[in-house]
């Protein structure tokens, strides 16, 4: 009964160093608000939020409020949130923030028909920046 006791404290312990923190509060300030594009037919807009405790950002792409809004989930990786591809929904997606503007940089994914992600032919990033429209308020 004892090894038994002494293997599930050492899992819980494990378990409770495993989990990653939260944003940094310097990226959320910097990332998260109301971002806005002019573009030819109306303006695109998306905002960024956090909730408290999580290693995540939500990202919302309101668009230009034709159609209801797309929720993302972006992760941190270095200094710059990646939303990775899902099949049939959206391509691989990265933001910065550089010199107070979000940059949305896109690739496209291709698939198989297996659902495996197949790396697109040119490999080139599509991007857009967006301006701050105001800074995000809970």
């Known amino acids: 009964m004892k090894p038994l ?3 599930f404290l050492l899992l819980s312990a ?3 160093f495993a989990q990653t ?5 310097g990226l959320q300030t910097a990332f998260s608000g109301v971002w806005e594009r002019n573009e030819k037919y109306g303006i695109n807009t998306v905002s960024i939020s956090f909730e408290p405790g999580k290693d995540y950002a939500i990202f919302k792409d309101i668009g230009n409020g034709m159609a209801p809004p797309r929720i993302f989930h972006a992760v941190l990786k270095g200094k710059i949130f990646v939303i990775p591809p899902q099949k049939e929904k959206n391509d691989y997606i990265e ?7 979000l940059h949305l940089r896109n690739r496209p994914a291709a698939w198989e028909e297996k659902e495996k992600r197949i790396k697109a032919a040119n490999g080139k990033f599509e991007e857009k920046v967006f301006k701050r429209a105001k800074p995000y308020s809970s």
Do not use: H, Q, T
């Open 5 to 7: 006791l002494i293997i």
């Open 14 to 16: 494990k378990l409770s």
């Open 21 to 25: 923190g939260a944003v940094p509060k």
């Open 95 to 101: 933001l910065e923030v550089i010199k107070g503007r």
